[in-house]
């Protein structure tokens, strides 16, 4: 397919063909109601976006519509691939919600999201389920240590789990500020915790710069009643010692200098007291360069891109 980016479409187009072009990436067609969530950078009424998208002759020169999908010219072939891709996340769900709800129990653990291709309804035939874990200050890698124990159980009845993400609630402000981020952010699906994930929104709500309609959870929830707290904090007294304070700088300084050594010059892992982020294949950087090299396509775009570069640098 041969990309060509639309330099005469008004602002709000423009933002539109953005938001599909970058989805585009992963082989996922939208909807109109996915466009104005996740629509890049401009703040529109829903109304507004899905009237541009049916009656503007500029943009249907630039979008393909087919099924109530909206993708690139001469994608229309991944509107199935979504499709058949959707109807393999809805198996995986309760997978998902299942050791969530275990997950969550586990000592110390304060949220816990969904995240990944799954969050999306966009798995492939080879796909684990991506969480991201909030734990209690101070005992990130004890929490991490008991969370592993369930995936390696899950393992064994050919679920893999991949808890890739995790941070203390000292450090629910994300470092990366940039649209990979923001979407990784705003279209996470909490489980439990929805308190904290309510913080986290709040602590990082420079995505709405990328984002400004994806506020809450995504439209696709999974309903699910909070845990009780009391067993949870009965099992967590005996680890609240000086105990468990030792095993937790062990636990620490072990899998630091040992997740370290597997980075392979992947600038997006980080292993800190207060952080645990396991991104071992620089997705995020290639998605960011492909997505870049269309943006660049168009001095438009490179202009936005600038102009949204220097305005999270102000708000750093």
Request: proline share 6%; hydrophobic share 40%; with cysteine.
């Amino acid at each position: 397919m041969k990309l060509a980016a639309p330099t005469t479409l008004t602002q709000l187009e423009q933002a539109i063909w953005r938001t599909v072009a970058y989805v585009d990436l992963f082989d996922y067609p939208m909807t109109a109601v996915e466009i104005h969530r996740y629509l890049d950078g401009v703040p529109a009424a829903a109304s507004e976006v899905a009237k541009r998208l049916v009656d503007s002759p500029a943009l249907a020169d630039h979008l393909s519509h087919q099924d109530g999908f909206f993708c690139l010219p001469q994608r229309e072939d991944i509107i199935e691939i979504r499709q058949e891709r959707r109807r393999r996340s809805q198996k995986l769900w309760p997978e998902a919600v299942r050791y969530g709800r275990i997950i969550a129990q586990l000592p110390f653990v304060r949220m816990l999201a969904v995240t990944g291709s799954l969050a999306m309804n966009n798995v492939a035939d080879d796909a684990d389920i991506d969480y991201f874990v909030v734990t209690k200050n101070g005992r990130l890698w004890l929490t991490r240590a008991l969370v592993i124990g369930i995936v390696r159980l899950a393992a064994r009845r050919g679920i893999i789990l991949c808890p890739n993400y995790f941070v203390s609630e000292s450090a629910l402000t994300l470092p990366e500020r940039n649209i990979y981020t923001a979407r990784e952010i705003v279209q996470m699906v909490p489980l439990f915790g929805h308190d904290v994930y309510r913080q986290l929104r709040q602590n990082n709500c420079w995505a709405s710069q990328f984002m400004p309609n994806a506020d809450g959870p995504p439209l696709v929830q999974i309903p699910e009643p909070e845990p009780a707290t009391w067993p949870q904090t009965v099992v967590e007294l005996p680890l609240r010692t000086p105990l468990g304070a030792w095993l937790e700088q062990w636990e620490q300084a072990r899998k630091i200098e040992k997740l370290s050594k597997q980075q392979n010059g992947s600038g997006e892992s980080l292993f800190t007291a207060v952080i645990c982020k396991g991104h071992f294949q620089a997705h995020q950087q290639r998605t960011l360069t492909a997505y870049q090299h269309r943006l660049n396509t168009s001095t438009d775009f490179a202009d936005y891109t600038d102009k949204n570069q220097n305005n999270l640098r102000k708000s750093a």
